[in-house]
C-alpha cells in the first residue's frame, strides 16, 4: 500500500516534468524560418599542436545563433547576418576567441587556458555552461592538484570556498576530515559523497579498516591523485539535490584524465623528496625530571628520591622523543600514455608511490594502474570505460591502547616515558630494565619491532553506453563496481607493551591477529536526457533516471596469543597456546533511486534548474524507506541586459544566482532500524557460554535524515574578467536528526536511533581570481579563498538539553553537545591562575571534595556557588574555525613557474590532551617543560600548579588552546624547456620543479600540530589531540616529460 | 547493418540491465544479526536467552568494569570505611565516591544503575519469553526461575543503593519517551516484588551437573531471601530461611582454609552458595576482573587504582588471624628474577583477595579467573547469629555460628557473655573482617540505621564530607533529565 502511494508519487512528478518539456517545444514551434545571408565555412584547430578539435561552439556576437564544430574541426555557419560580423567561439578548456569574420572559408586556432566564466562545468548527470549554472559549485584549481600528496582528499584543503579538510594525522597514508559548509549531521555521516567518473562512492573508512589497530586507514589514498583531470564541488541544493538523499553533505566530483583526439602523448612524471619532523615537543630533560620527582616525593610528605649529586648526574637524560625520529624519504613516478583518433581516446596510466614515516617503522607505499577508454562506434553510439586498480601498503603505528581506544599514541607513549631511562644498553640493545616501566619493554622497541600492516586493494570499474536515440534524445546506461579488499596483518612481539587485545604483547606472550575485508559496491545508472534549442533563445535540457546502488561487504577478525617464540608471528597461529574467539560480520544494503532535472535557460540570461530525485534506502525503517527530494534554482546574468550596458566598464560580468532544496542523509549502518540481538558470553562450568539479548529497539519509523538549504550567489567580473569573484550565502537546516537519543537507563537501552532534533549551519564564502599581470612573457596570478561557517545545534528533542559523547573509560568528556552551542563544544573550567596562601581563608571557591593549598589551581566559580563542582563547567570553544581561508599566487616569466600556497584557519580550539598527561606530575612518566614554571614556595609567580602525585586531570581553560593557524602548505618552483629545446632532444615537453610542503606554520598552538584529530572523523570529538602521528616538512624536486 | 547491430546491441543492453537490476529489493534480511522475530523458537534460544542474564553481572557491553568485578564494588566498597582510591585513579567520579562528595551526575553511580536495570531487562525478555518457547516444561520453568533469581538480586541492590526505583518488569516496544515514562515505586513494593521472585527461585534445583556450575539454584534463592529479611529486618521470617539453608540438606560448609574461597582450584566449592564466575583466558569479550587489578606491575613506583582506606583497616586484623594474608599482600614473588618484591608506601599493603597467582606474566591480572562470590556459607553464619541475637538475645546458637567463622580464621572464639549489643557489634565487625573487598561493607553499615555509617566514614580523614543523605545513591541525574517524573532522593538537588 505504502509502496504504491511512493510509485504513484513519483509518477506524478514525473508527469509534471514531461509536460512542462513538451510545452516548452510546442510554444517554440511557430517560429518561421530563418533567411540565409551569409555562409561561412572553415576549422578549429589547437593553437600549439594544431590538431583539429570537435564540438567547439561558434556563435556570433549579439544573437544566440550558435553552431558546433564536427570531429574534424571543420563547421559551416548558415546565418541571417552579413558579412563582416563577430564571431564568439568556445570551448572547455580554451580561451574563449572573439574573431571578426569578412569572409568564408577561416582557420581558427584556439588556446588552451585556466577558467573562464564561459567554461563548461561538470555537474552531477551531466556538464552544463557556467553562464547557465544556478547552483555553487567550485573546482579546485589544476595548481592545486598538481601538489604532491598521497590522496587526493588532501589537495582539496584551501582548494574551494566552503570546503573544510582537516588532516587528521601525519600517519602517511592517513584520513582527512572533509566537510562542505559544515556538519549537517550529529551521529552519523557528514563526509561529502565522491563521484568518481561517475561512479557515486560514500568513502566509508570502515571498509579499509578490519579491527585495525592505530589510526583508521583512508580508502580515498587508493586512488592515484594524479590521475585526476579536475575536482569539482557541489555545494548548494541545486547542485546536490539530484544526489537526492546522499546529497546533503555535499557532492565532490572527480574527473580523470582523459586522451585527447589526434595527440598520442607519453608523459613521465617523477619526484623525489625528504620529510623532516616539522615539530618536537619541550620535554624535562633528566635532571629536571628528578627534580620533579623530589617535588612530588615533598608533597606526599616521604624523603626525596634524588639527591642533589644524583639530580645533577642525570644531566639531559635520554631524548625519547627524538629516538625514533629520523628523515625519511618520499618518492613517485608514474607513466602515461594517452591520445586518440578519428573514433577513440584512451588513456593508460601506471604510479608507484611510496613515502616512508618519519617514525621509524611506518610508511605507504601504492601500485597503482587505469585504463580510460572512449569509444565512438557510430555518430549516435559511444561507449566509454574507466577502470582502475591500486594496492596500498601502509605500515601505521601501533601504540600502548589508550584505555580503551587503540589509536596512534605509541608516539605519546614515546613521549611519557622518563628521561632517566636509558634508551639502549652499552652492547647495543634496548634497555628493558626501565624500572619505571610497568613491564620490562622499551616503548622504542615497541615501535621499531610491532608489524602493524594493512594491505588495500581496491578495483573500480565503470562502464557507459551512450546512444542518440533522436538528435536531441540520448539514452545513457552505466554499470560500475567499486571492490575494496582489505588486508590486516599485527603482530605484537612477547617483549613489546604494544596493544594486544586489551593487553599487551608481554602479557600474552606475543599475539597476532588478523583481518580481512571485502566490501562491494556496484551501480547501475540510466539516464534519458533531451537537449533542445528552440528558436536560438530557449535552451532546455531535460534528463530523467534510474539508478540502483547495491553494496555489501563481510570481514572477520581472528586473533590468537601465547606463542612460543617470535618468528612465525601472525603468519602461523596454530603455534599460538590460545585462540580467543574470531568475529565475523555480513551486511548489506540497497538504495533505489528515480531522478529528473530540467535545465532550462532563455538567451543564457535568464536560467532555472528544477531536480527532484526520489530514494528508497533500505536501512530506514519498513515505514519510512522512501525520500523525495527537490531543488529549484534560478540564476540571471544581468551583464546580459541593455539597461546593465553603461556599467559594462567597470563590471564586465555580473550573475545573481539564489536557490532552495532539500537533501538527504541515510549513512546509518545497516539494520539500525531493526530489533537485533547480539551475543555476550558466560561461563558454566568453567566452559564458555553464549548468551543472546537485544542491543536495540525497533524503530519501523527511521526515515531520512533531511537538510534544507538556501543560497544565495553573486559571479562578478572585472577589467575583462581578469578579476572574478564568486560570493555565496547560505543557510542549512537540517531536521529528523538521525540521532541515538538517550533513553531513561531503566528501560536497558541506553539510547535508540531516532530521527529526533536539529541542527543549522549558516555561512559565507568567496573566492576571488585575479590576474593581477598579463603580459606575454609575465604572468602573475591570485586566488583567495574565504569560508566563514557556524554550526549550531538547534534542538536535541524533547527534555533533552545536551549529552556528553562517550568518553574512554573513566575519563570525563571534554565535550558535549549542547542545544545552543556548536556539536561538540569543549566543556570544562576557567581557571585564573593558582591559589595564594590568603585565597585559602578568604572565602575564595575551592574545589569540592578535594582538599587544596596555595600553589593548586584556582577554579572560577562561574555559577557563583561558592564551591567549585562540575556545574561550573561551561563552554570553552570549539574546534569549528570561526573562518579558513587560503591564499594562492602563481607567477610565470618565459618558461619558469612559481607558486606560492598560503593556508589558514582562525578561531578553532583544540583540547591538548597530550599536555594534560604531560602537566601531570606522576613519579613514572615524563613532563612537559612548562613544568620548569610550576608553583614551589620559593616560586610562587608561577603559571603551572606546584607538583603533587597524579592530582586529577581536568579539563581547563588553559589546555583548549586557540589552534588558529596560517601554514605555507607549498611553494614550488619549476622551469619548463623552451619547445624548440625540447624538440631538439625528442621530447615535447620538460619540465623541472623543487618544492617545500609546510614550510612553516604560524600559531600559537603549543603542541605538535594544530590541525589534528586524535578521534579521526567522529563528529562530536573533532579537534583533541593526545599525541597523533607528527606533521612533517617535506622538500622534493621532480621532472615531467613528454614525448 | 552496422547500424542495425548496434541498434540491437544497445537495446539488449539495455534491456539486460534494466530487468536484472531494477528495483533492488529495500527489505532487509540480515545474514549477520538475529533480529527479535527470529529469536525464541527453540531451547538452545531460551537458554542463551538466560545466559545473557547471567552475563550482565561479569562484563559490560561497552567494555566498561563489569559490575560484580568492580562497579558495584565503587559504591559499596569505596563509599565504606574500607576502600579509597591511590593516586593512580584519575578518575574524579571515583575520587568523588572515596571521599563522599558524589553528585547526581556522577558516572560511577549512573553506570551501576544502568548495569543493574540492564540486567533487569535481559531477565524481563526471558521471563516473558520463555513461557512461549516449545521445549521441556522443567526447563523452561528452571529458566525463568533462573531469571527471576537474577532479577530479584538486581533490584534488590537497587533497592538498597537508591531507594524507591522505577519497578520495571517487561521490555519496552517503543522507542517513544512517552510510553517509557514510569514513576518510582515504594520501596516496599519493589521489596514485594524482591519476594515474590526469590520465592519463586527456592523451586531451582538443589545442584547442577558439572557443564551447569554456576547457575542459580534454591540455596542461593533462599539465602538471598535471608538476606532481604535481614534487611527489611523481618527476623522471624529470615530465621526460616536461614534454617532451611543450614539444615535442609543443602550440604554447605566453610572450607577449611579461608585462602581457599578465592582460589580458582576451588571455585564453586562447598562453601560458595552463588558467584558471579571468572575464567582466565577464555578468550570471551569484555569480560575482565578489575578487582585483580590490585596488583598491576613488580614496579614499586605504581599503585592499584583502589587502596585501603587507611592502615585502620589492615590494622583490625590480629596477627594470627588467616584472613589478614589472604586480604592484603605487601611483598609478591617475582619468577623473572626469582626475588620477592616488597610494596611499602602510604597505600600498603594492598587489596588481595581477586589477585590471580596462577597467571603468569602475574600482571595479566584483567584475565583473573577467581569468581566473585556474592553469597557464601560464612555469610548465612554471619546472618544466623545476627537473626538468632536479634530474637533470642546471644545465645549458644548464635555464639556456635559466630566462633565457627573465627575458628576458621585460626582465631579465638568470641568473648562469652557478651550483651545484645556488643554481640551484635561483634558480629558486624567479624562480618567487615571476612567480607573485605567483597561488596558487603557499605549495605550493613546502612541498614543498621542510625549514624552508624556517618559515625563509621567519620573515622576516616579523608571521608568527612559525608553526611546522612549519603544512606542513599542520587538518582541519576539524566534519568530525572530524561524522566522527569523522577523524583531525586533526600538531600541531593
Known amino acids: 500500500m505504502e509502496k504504491s502511494i511512493h510509485r504513484k508519487k513519483i509518477a506524478t512528478r514525473l508527469m509534471v516534468f514531461l509536460a512542462i518539456a513538451i510545452f516548452t517545444k510546442k510554444a517554440s514551434a511557430q517560429q518561421s524560418p530563418p533567411i540565409i545571408n551569409s555562409t561561412l565555412i572553415g576549422s578549429v584547430k589547437d593553437s600549439i599542436t594544431k590538431q583539429p578539435i570537435g564540438n567547439v561552439v561558434l556563435a556570433i556576437k549579439g544573437t544566440t545563433h550558435a553552431v558546433t564544430s564536427a570531429a574534424d574541426g571543420s563547421f559551416s555557419f548558415r546565418t541571417g547576418q552579413k558579412f563582416p560580423y563577430t564571431l564568439i567561439i568556445s570551448f572547455i578548456g580554451y580561451q574563449t576567441k572573439e ?64 570546503i573544510g579538510v582537516t588532516q587528521n594525522s601525519g600517519q602517511p597514508g592517513g584520513t582527512a576530515t572533509v566537510r562542505i559548509r559544515g556538519g549537517n549531521s550529529i551521529s552519523f555521516g557528514n563526509a561529502p559523497l565522491y563521484v568518481i567518473d561517475g561512479f557515486i562512492v560514500y568513502n566509508n573508512n570502515d571498509n579499509a579498516n578490519v579491527g585495525s589497530i592505530g589510526t583508521s586507514s583512508n580508502a580515498l589514498s587508493t586512488i592515484n591523485p594524479s590521475d585526476i583531470e579536475s575536482v569539482e564541488v557541489l555545494k548548494d541544493a541545486s547542485a546536490t539535490a539530484i544526489y537526492g538523499s546522499r546529497g546533503a553533505n555535499g557532492v565532490i566530483i572527480i574527473t580523470t584524465k582523459k586522451g585527447k583526439k589526434g595527440v598520442n602523448n607519453v608523459n613521465y612524471n617523477a619526484y623525489y623528496g625528504t620529510q623532516t619532523v616539522a615539530r618536537k615537543l619541550n620535554l624535562l630533560n633528566g635532571a629536571q625530571w628528578a627534580t620533579l620527582i623530589n617535588d612530588v616525593n ?62 621509524s617503522n611506518s610508511g605507504y607505499k601504492r601500485y597503482s594502474a587505469r585504463i580510460n577508454y572512449e569509444k565512438d562506434i557510430s555518430e549516435k553510439f559511444k561507449v566509454t570505460a574507466n577502470f582502475f586498480g591500486s594496492r596500498s601498503i601502509e605500515h601505521k603505528l601501533p601504540g600502548s591502547a589508550y584505555n580503551s581506544i587503540n589509536f596512534s599514541n605509541a608516539y605519546a607513549s614515546l613521549i611519557l616515558t622518563s628521561p632517566i631511562a636509558a634508551i639502549i644498553n652499552a652492547d647495543g640493545s634496548y634497555n628493558t630494565s626501565n ?46 563496481v567499486d ?146 527530494f527537490s531543488s529549484v534554482g534560478v540564476s540571471w546574468n544581468v551583464n546580459d541586459e541593455d539597461f546593465f550596458k553603461p556599467l559594462q566598464n567597470i563590471v564586465n560580468s ?115 581570481n585575479s590576474e593581477n599581470i598579463k603580459t606575454p612573457a609575465f604572468n602573475w596570478k591570485s586566488t583567495l579563498i574565504f569560508s566563514a561557517n557556524r554550526n549550531k545545534v538547534l534542538s536535541l528533542g524533547e527534555n533533552v538539553k545536551s549529552f556528553f559523547p562517550v568518553a574512554p573509560t573513566g575519563q570525563v568528556s571534554p565535550v558535549i553537545v549542547q542545544v545552543g552551542l556548536p556539536v561538540g563544544t569543549f566543556w570544562g573550567y576557567d581557571t585564573n591562575g593558582l591559589l595564594k596562601t590568603a585565597d585559602l581563608t578568604n572565602g575564595t571557591p575551592l574545589l569540592g571534595g578535594v582538599p587544596q593549598q596555595a600553589g593548586d589551581t584556582k577554579y572560577v566559580d562561574s555559577n557563583q556557588d561558592g564551591i567549585i563542582t562540575t556545574a561550573d563547567k561551561h563552554n570553552l570553544g570549539s574546534a569549528q574555525p570561526k573562518f579558513t581561508g587560503s591564499l594562492n599566487n602563481t607567477f610565470n616569466y618565459k618558461g619558469i613557474d612559481l607558486s606560492i600556497f598560503f593556508q589558514g584557519s582562525y578561531g578553532n580550539r583544540v583540547f591538548n590532551l597530550l599536555q594534560q598527561s604531560l602537566e601531570r606530575p606522576t613519579l613514572t612518566q615524563n613532563a612537559s617543560a612548562t613544568l620548569l614554571d610550576r608553583w614551589t614556595p620559593q616560586h610562587q609567580d608561577a603559571t603551572v600548579a606546584r607538583a603533587t602525585n597524579s592530582p586529577v586531570p581536568q579539563v581547563t581553560d588553559r589546555l583548549i588552546e586557540d589552534a588558529s593557524y596560517l601554514k605555507l602548505k607549498n611553494v614550488s618552483l619549476g622551469y619548463t624547456f623552451k619547445t624548440e629545446w625540447a624538440n631538439k632532444i625528442k621530447l615535447k615537453n620538460l619540465r623541472f620543479y623543487v618544492s617545500v610542503q609546510n614550510l612553516f606554520t604560524v600559531t600559537k598552538y603549543t603542541s605538535l600540530d594544530p590541525e589534528v584529530n586524535f578521534y579521526d572523523n567522529d563528529n562530536t570529538k573533532q579537534g583533541i589531540d593526545f599525541g597523533t602521528y607528527p606533521a612533517t616538512r617535506t622538500f622534493l624536486a621532480g621532472l615531467s616529460i613528454t614525448l | 547493418m552496422k547500424k542495425t547491430i548496434t541498434h540491437s546491441i544497445i537495446w539488449l543492453l539495455t534491456i539486460l540491465i534494466f530487468t536484472t537490476t531494477a528495483c533492488k529489493k529495500l527489505e532487509e534480511n540480515p545474514s549477520s544479526v538475529i533480529v527479535s522475530s527470529q529469536f525464541f523458537k527453540t531451547q538452545s534460544d531460551a537458554i542463551s536467552s538466560v545466559n545473557a542474564v547471567y552475563s550482565s553481572l561479569n562484563s559490560d557491553p561497552n567494555g566498561d568494569f563489569p559490575l560484580y568485578g568492580r562497579q558495584l564494588n565503587l559504591l559499596v566498597e569505596n563509599a565504606s570505611d574500607n576502600q579509597i582510591f591511590s593516586p593512580s585513579n584519575t578518575n574524579p567520579d571515583v575520587r568523588a565516591l572515596g571521599v563522599s562528595t558524589y553528585i547526581p551526575s556522577n558516572s560511577r553511580i549512573q553506570k551501576v544503575w544502568q548495569q543493574l536495570y540492564f540486567g533487569i531487562n535481559k531477565a524481563n525478555i526471558a521471563i516473558d519469553n520463555v513461557p512461549n518457547v516449545s521445549t521441556d516444561t522443567v526447563l523452561k520453568n528452571r529458566l525463568v526461575r533462573e531469571a527471576k533469581f537474577i532479577r530479584g538480586l538486581l533490584y534488590f541492590n537497587l533497592v538498597r543503593l537508591y531507594g524507591d526505583v522505577p519497578l520495571v518488569l517487561h521490555e519496552p516496544k517503543s522507542v517513544n519517551i512517552e510510553d517509557l515514562l514510569v514513576k518510582r515505586s515504594a520501596t516496599a513494593a519493589v521489596y514485594q516484588q524482591i519476594i515474590a521472585d526469590l520465592t519463586d527461585a527456592t523451586s531451582l534445583p538443589k545442584n547442577y551437573g558439572t557443564a551447569d556450575l554456576g547457575r542459580a539454584t534454591s540455596g542461593a534463592a533462599h539465602s538471598l531471601l535471608a538476606k532481604v529479611y535481614v534487611t527489611q529486618k523481618l527476623w522471624p521470617k529470615a530465621l526460616t530461611e536461614l534454617n532451611i539453608i543450614i539444615n535442609g540438606g543443602y550440604g554447605y560448609a566453610l572450607f577449611p582454609n579461608y585462602k581457599d574461597v578465592f582460589q580458582k582450584a576451588t571455585k564453586n566449592g562447598i562453601e560458595h552458595i552463588f558467584s558471579v564466575q571468572f575464567e582466565s583466558n577464555l578468550g570471551a569479550k569484555n569480560v575482565v576482573q578489575n578487582l585483580s587489578q590490585s596488583f598491576t606491575s613488580f614496579n614499586t613506583g605504581t599503585f592499584p587504582i583502589d587502596v585501603p582506606a587507611n592502615k585502620s583497616v589492615y590494622e583490625l586484623f590480629s ?106 557489634d561483634s558480629v558486624f565487625l567479624e562480618r567487615r573482617k571476612e567480607f573485605i573487598q567483597e561488596g558487603h561493607r557499605w549495605f550493613d553499615l546502612v541498614r543498621q540505621g542510625g549514624n552508624i555509617y556517618v559515625d563509621a566514614l567519620k573515622k576516616i580523614p579523608e571521608k568527612s564530607a559525608v553526611s546522612s543523605k549519603n544512606i542513599l545513591f542520587p538518582i541519576p541525574q539524566t534519568e530525572r533529565e530524561l524522566n522527569t517524573l523522577l523524583t531525586q532522593n533526600p538531600g541531593y538537588n
Open chain 1, 99 to 162: 574573431i571578426v569574420v569578412d569572409g568564408s572559408p577561416i582557420t581558427i586556432l584556439l588556446a588552451e587556458k585556466a577558467s573562464s566564466l564561459n567554461d563548461v562545468v561538470v555537474m552531477g548527470y551531466g556538464s552544463q555552461k557556467k553562464s547557465d549554472v544556478t547552483g555553487s559549485v567550485g573546482s579546485v584549481s589544476k595548481n592545486l592538484l598538481a601538489q604532491p600528496a598521497a590522496s587526493f582528499d588532501n589537495m582539496l584543503q584551501g582548494g574551494v570556498s566552503g
Open chain 1, 298 to 359: 615533598t608533597s606526599d610528605g616521604v624523603p626525596k628520591t634524588y639527591n642533589d649529586a644524583q639530580v645533577a648526574a642525570f644531566g639531559s637524560g635520554s631524548d625519547w622523543q627524538g629516538s625514533a625520529l629520523s628523515n625519511a624519504p618520499i618518492f613517485n613516478q608514474e607513466l602515461s600514455v594517452s591520445g586518440g583518433d578519428e573514433k577513440s581516446r584512451y588513456l593508460i596510466s601506471g604510479n608507484y608511490f611510496n613515502q616512508d614515516g618519519v617514525i
Open chain 1, 435 to 480: 624500572p619505571l616501566n610497568a613491564t620490562p619493554t622499551n616503548p622504542l622497541q615497541d615501535i621499531v619491532t610491532t608489524i602493524n600492516q594493512n594491505t588495500l586493494n581496491r578495483i573500480l570499474g565503470n562502464t557507459a553506453a551512450e546512444y542518440k536515440i533522436l538528435k536531441d534524445l540520448t539514452l545513457k546506461v552505466t554499470a560500475g
Open chain 1, 483 to 628: 571492490i575494496l579488499n582489505t588486508n590486516q596483518q599485527y603482530y605484537a612481539p612477547s617483549f613489546t607493551a604494544s596493544p594486544a587485545g586489551g593487553s599487551t604483547g608481554y602479557a600474552t606472550k606475543g599475539y597476532a591477529a588478523l583481518g580481512s575485508g571485502n566490501a562491494l559496491s556496484w551501480l547501475n545508472e540510466n539516464t534519458l536526457t533531451y537537449n533542445h534549442t528552440f528558436g536560438d533563445k530557449h535552451f532546455l535540457t531535460t534528463l530523467v533516471g534510474y539508478s540502483t546502488q547495491y553494496e555489501n561487504g563481510k570481514s572477520f577478525t581472528t586473533s590468537a596469543q601465547q606463542f612460543p617464540n617470535d618468528l612465525t608471528t601472525f603468519d602461523n597461529l596454530s603455534y599460538a597456546g590460545i585462540a580467543n574467539l574470531p568475529n565475523s560480520s555480513a551486511r548489506s544494503s540497497s538504495l533505489n533511486s528515480v531522478l529528473a532535472r530540467i535545465n532550462y535557460s532563455y538567451l543564457h540570461r535568464y536560467n532555472i534548474t528544477l531536480s527532484e530525485r526520489a530514494d528508497g534506502s533500505s536501512k530506514l525503517g519498513k515505514e519510512n524507506k522512501w525520500g523525495f
Open chain 1, 654 to 768: 555580473l550573475k545573481i544566482r539564489l536557490s532552495a532544496g532539500q537533501t538527504g542523509n541515510s549513512e546509518i549502518p545497516p539494520y539500525s532500524s531493526l530489533s537485533s540481538l547480539s551475543p555476550t558470553n558466560y561461563y558454566l562450568g568453567g566452559k564458555l557460554v553464549t548468551g543472546i539479548s537485544p542491543i536495540q529497539i525497533a524503530n519501523p519509523d527511521l526515515k531520512w535524515e533531511t537538510t534544507t538549504q538556501y543560497n544565495a550567489g553573486l559571479d562578478l567580473g572585472f577589467v575583462n574578467n581578469r578579476i572574478t569573484i564568486a560570493f555565496d550565502a547560505y543557510y542549512k537546516k537540517t531536521t529528523d536528526l538521525l540521532l541515538n537519543v538517550p533513553l531513561p537507563l531503566y528501560t536497558g537501552y541506553a539510547s535508540a536511533l531516532k530521527n529526533i532534533g536539529s541542527v543549522s549551519n549558516r555561512g559565507i564564502e568567496f573566492s576571488v
Open chain 2, 319 to 424: 596477627p594470627i588471624d588467616t584472613r589478614r594474608e589472604t586480604t592484603f599482600y605487601d611483598s609478591v614473588y617475582n619468577a623473572a628474577t626469582g626475588k620477592y618484591v616488597v610494596f611499602k608506601n602510604a597505600y600498603t599493603p594492598y587489596f588481595n583477595k581477586f589477585v590471580d597467582y596462577t597467571l603468569s606474566p602475574l600482571n595479566t591480572q584483567a584475565q583473573s579467573g577467581v569468581n566473585y562470590p556474592v553469597i557464601r556459607y560464612a555469610d548465612i553464619l554471619l546472618l544466623y547469629a545476627e537473626v538468632i541475637n536479634n530474637i533470642n538475645g546471644p545465645n549458644a546458637e548464635a555464639y556456635n555460628a559466630i566462633n565457627k567463622v573465627r575458628a576458621r580464621a585460626k582465631i579465638a572464639d568470641l568473648t562469652p557473655g557478651l550483651s545484645a549489643d556488643a554481640f551484635r
